[in-house]
Structure formats: C-alpha cells, structure tokens
C-alpha cells in the first residue's frame, strides 16, 4: 500500500508501533524516519514507508546501539546509502576486533593451564620474587624479549631495593607466559595488552574463564541481533 492510499496521523503511527507521539516527532526531527507530508492545517501525514522505517529502526537498535542506527537510518533518508552501508560495515569490523580479543583470552588460559604451581618459590634470603634470567628459563623466551615486552607496557616487575634488577613475583611470570603464547600466535601488542587487563581485573584464569564464556555469549547474542537488524535495513532498502 503506497503512502497516498494509507495516511496515518501521528498517533496512528505512534499507537502501530508502541511508542509516545512526541517520541515519532521526536524521530522524524533526527532523521530516523523520511520527512512527513503535511496537511493544509499544519499536521504531519504518515504513511506505510513511515511505518516501516521505524519497525527498521527498532530492529537496528539491539545490535547497533541507538546512535549507530540513528546515524544509519539517517544516512538512507539523505540519499547516502553507501554511507548508511560503511557504518553497517564499521560496526562489524568492531564485533570482529571484540572477537578477535576474545579469542587471544581464551588462547591466554589455555597457557596457563596447569601451570600456576610452575614458578618455584624464593631461596631462603633472597628477595620474594625471580631474576630476570630465571623468568626467562621458566617461559621459554630471552631475557631482551622480556625487556621488549617491559618497554611496550605489557610487563612490570618490580625493582629490587638498592640494586634497581628486575623482580618477578607469581603474576608477573604468569603475564609473560600468556604474552608468549599470544605473541606465538601473531597477536599484537594493542591485542595483547586487554587481554592482560583482564586478566589482572579478574585476579585469577578461573575468572577471567568465566568472564570470557559470558562475553561470548554476549557476542553472540550480539551478532544475532546484528543479522536481524540488517536484514531488515535490507527489506527497508528494498
């Protein structure tokens, strides 16, 4: 039915889709929907496209957030599909990136599996942590790769009073085995460094193994949502 043979007055529209008549002004003023006809008095006409543009809108929202989609929707009503298409694309590439982190975390406790009792306790007076040298051994790396990681952040050992060496205590050794792992699979620093964050915010491997299970589940319950919602910017564009 074309807008000519269906017009809605605002609180049609509002009452068809669930929302307030100020939230459908409110919507057609940020370019959600197309600009509304009017009549000779003044008052808004709406139609099916109208319609349609908002049950899109709504669909975009779970997966794209309402910015995301109010940008989306407002490119289609400016003629800029390609535009409204790239903010489509640059979401999914940040759904990707969180995947990607995800995946880094879940390679993260896979190197630690079993093996938190590895680091052996301090020798009788000797400060209560490793030499640089001995973290070395433990991981499997050189000690200038345990100062290039140190330089880039994503270390950092104590000092030993008066002599200023470096000090590794338990969390320190187990930072540089996941760096290890993830750097043996060809993550990057910037990849690297969340995962670490998240693993000393969580305090333990369990933790951060829940945490990682729950934002999978968050990711793909995400990604659902997303393929919703471009399917129906898809019919909309149609």
Known sequence: MSDRECRLRTVDLARAVGLSTQQV?????????????????????????????????RALQPGYGAVTATRVMRAV???????ALALVDAAHA?????????????????????????????????????????????????????????????????????TGYRVYGPGDVRDARVVRALRRSHHLFEQIRPVLEDLRRAGS???????????????????RSMLAGAGALHAYLE
């Open 205 to 223: 491997s369990e933790a951060l193994r829940a945490a990682v299970e729950a934002r999978g589940r968050a990711l793909t319950a995400r990604t």
């Open 25 to 57: 002004r409110n919507y057609e003023d940020a370019g959600v929907l197309p600009p509304a006809g009017r009549t000779d008095a003044g008052y808004r006409v709406f139609g099916e496209r109208h319609r349609d543009a908002l049950l899109t809108y």
């Open 94 to 162: 940040e759904l990707h990136e969180e995947r990607v982190s995800l995946r880094a975390a879940g390679e993260a406790l896979e190197a630690l599996a079993g093996r938190d009792a590895d680091a052996p306790p301090p020798r009788s007076g000797e400060p209560s942590g490793l030499r640089i040298g001995e973290v070395a051994a433990l991981v499997g790396v050189r000690t200038s790769a345990l100062r290039v990681w140190e330089d880039a952040g994503l270390l950092v050992p104590g000092r030993e009073r008066g």
């Open 77 to 83: 009503h400016d003629g800029d599909v390609a535009g």
